[in-house]
């Protein structure tokens, strides 16, 4: 019997588990890819072969999904069924359990309990540093107040 291609594998999990969209566990094994190119750049971090952690994965996968869909990111991820970081826990695990991924002993879906909330990972970064209300020069009054007074006016 032949072995299932990596496609084929990820089908298969995805009719046991339909939680998450066949391109989250795309998406999971790039950013894996990311994370580890990313760690082999880092010149103080330990030798480049060596086992990703899921914290390490996490804040891999966080960087991959804002360098591939900015300011889409969490509309993306939650479009594919990943609401928060445990769910790449469970893609992963999934994975794992197919035989696509290895894992160490110490390794559990616990390793991805508490990473980040999505919003402070993917909204806040593209929120503007501080909002204040426009102010017209000459009068100092807002715009907005300016805009109900001429929308007024023209009924």
């Known amino acids: 019997m032949q072995k299932p291609t990596f496609i ?22 790039e950013g894996l890819d990311f994370t580890v190119q990313m760690l082999k750049k880092n010149p103080q971090g330990p030798p480049a072969l060596r086992h990703v952690t899921g914290q390490e ?14 300011p889409m990111s969490k509309t993306v991820l939650e479009e594919w ?4 970081c445990e769910d790449f826990g469970e893609i992963v695990f999934n994975m794992v359990e197919r035989g696509i991924l290895g894992k160490t002993e110490r390794d559990s879906r616990d390793d991805f309990k508490g990473g980040y909330s999505f919003d402070e ?29 001429l929308s007024n006016s023209s009924n």
């Open 57 to 70: 994965l996490l804040d891999g996968l966080r960087r991959h999904a804002l360098e591939q869909f900015g």
């Open 8 to 29: 084929e594998a990820i089908e298969e999990i995805v009719l046991k588990d339909p939680r998450f969209d066949r391109d989250a566990y795309l998406f999971v094994r």
């Open 121 to 149: 990972a993917f909204v806040k970064p593209y929120r503007p540093a501080h909002r204040r209300a426009r102010s017209t020069p000459s009068t100092g009054r807002s715009r907005t107040s300016e805009s109900k007074k």
């Open 81 to 84: 069924g990943i609401k928060q």
